[in-house]
């Protein structure tokens, strides 16, 4: 079955970085754009960023471009997404999920937490 396991989340500074990793199992990781959503309590999941299959073409919400970068490494099924200058407003749950244009699995890891606080 399909399986997303999200990691890389913790707790940084205002203006810090971090790093998070999705690895995917469970369906042609290398045939599937992938994206990253993140989700604050009591708001609906906001897509992030988006990767096609090959890694040749990106897109980013308004909110994170110039600051977060999405990769993939299709030999090791993982999607990565850079996080630098990091702002409070960044706090959230983040999650990968394949598709670029929407999510196509109804299933979701567990996510990673990002807390961004002095």
């Known amino acids: 079955q399909v399986q997303l396991v999200e990691s890389g989340g913790g707790l940084v500074q205002p203006g810090g970085s971090l790093r998070l990793s999705c690895v995917a199992s469970g369906f042609f990781f290398s045939a599937n754009g992938m994206s990253w959503y993140r989700q604050v309590p009591g708001k609906e999941r906001e897509l992030v960023a988006t990767?096609?299959?090959?890694?040749?073409?990106?897109n980013y919400a308004d909110s994170v471009k110039g600051r977060f970068t999405i990769s993939r490494n299709n030999a090791e099924k993982t999607v990565y997404l850079q996080m630098n200058a990091l702002k409070p407003e960044d706090t959230a749950v983040y999650y990968c999920n394949a598709g670029v244009t929407m999510a196509l699995f109804s299933s979701w890891g567990q996510g990673t937490q990002v807390t961004v606080s002095s």
């Open positions: 990767i096609t299959s090959s890694g040749d073409t990106t």
